[in-house]
């Protein structure tokens, strides 16, 4: 079974520009998560879709960030602007929504695509 | 409000014992721990639950202490395999809460063994 990828693995952009991360669950996982690493510090939750809907974005920092789901199926993250503080590792995660597995729906992260803001 | 994970870092040689260590000042339903690769996915290793219930790794227990909102991950008879970053994420909620699965991460633990 293939694990949650992300696209790309790096990327170096300048400050003003925008980038789009993308996320692919594993199939079948309902829930998919965006989360952050700051360099050094701890991976900060940013936000939750449940299929297509947003059901917690209280992590997102400001508008310039913009998270999609179409169908349910792959997320993309855009930044836009991009400042120099959203640089780090941005990390999706993916798990099943069924309520026979709950509490037991452990995330499967993918890599992460490591952002630089120049 | 984030877990707080001690000790920061950690040097064993291959076979020595160690504890991780995640406290919360808010009460908890679960702790899950992960460990990281530099420049990998963090890997799933334990769900422990409120009520004593986990699920996880063979050779890597753990512990909730619930009175204390402390868990405690132990790893024993290290293996080179288990260097890496290791984070406590906690989650509060269940299944009916708007923030089901959402988990806040502590700053992590570099755990570095050698030969």
């Known amino acids: 079974e293939a694990g949650v990828t992300q696209f790309p693995s790096h990327s170096v952009i300048e400050k003003g520009q925008t980038v789009t991360l993308r996320c692919d669950p594993i199939?079948?996982?309902?829930?998919l998560y965006w989360y952050r690493r700051v360099m050094g510090k701890e991976i900060k939750f940013l936000l939750h879709?449940?299929?297509?809907?947003?059901?917690?974005e209280s992590g997102m920092p400001n508008n310039r960030f913009l998270a999609e789901r179409t169908g349910g199926t792959y997320s993309t993250l855009k930044v836009q602007p991009a400042e120099l503080e959203d640089s780090g590792v941005y990390f999706c995660?993916?798990?099943?929504?069924?309520?026979?597995?709950?509490?037991?729906?452990?995330?499967?992260f993918g890599p992460g695509t490591r952002l630089t803001v120049l | 409000q984030q877990p707080v994970q001690s000790p920061q870092a950690v040097i064993l040689r291959e076979g020595e014992d160690a504890v991780i260590n995640c406290s919360s000042s808010k009460a908890l339903y679960s702790v899950h721990w992960y460990r990281q690769k530099h420049g990998e996915a963090p890997v799933f290793l334990m769900i422990l639950l409120k009520g004593g219930e986990q699920k996880g790794h063979d050779k890597i227990s753990a512990s909730f202490n619930e009175k204390k909102q402390q868990s405690s991950l132990y790893l024993t008879a290290s293996q080179l395999s288990y260097s890496g970053t290791y984070f406590c994420g906690t989650a509060k909620g269940n299944a009916g809460g708007t923030s089901y699965g959402k988990l806040t991460f502590g700053q992590g633990t570099i755990l570095t063994v050698h030969p």
């Open positions: 879709f449940v299929k297509e809907s947003k059901q917690d």
């Open positions: 199939s079948g996982h309902d829930n």
């Open positions: 995660a993916s798990s099943q929504v069924n309520l026979r597995l709950y509490p037991y729906n452990e995330q499967f």
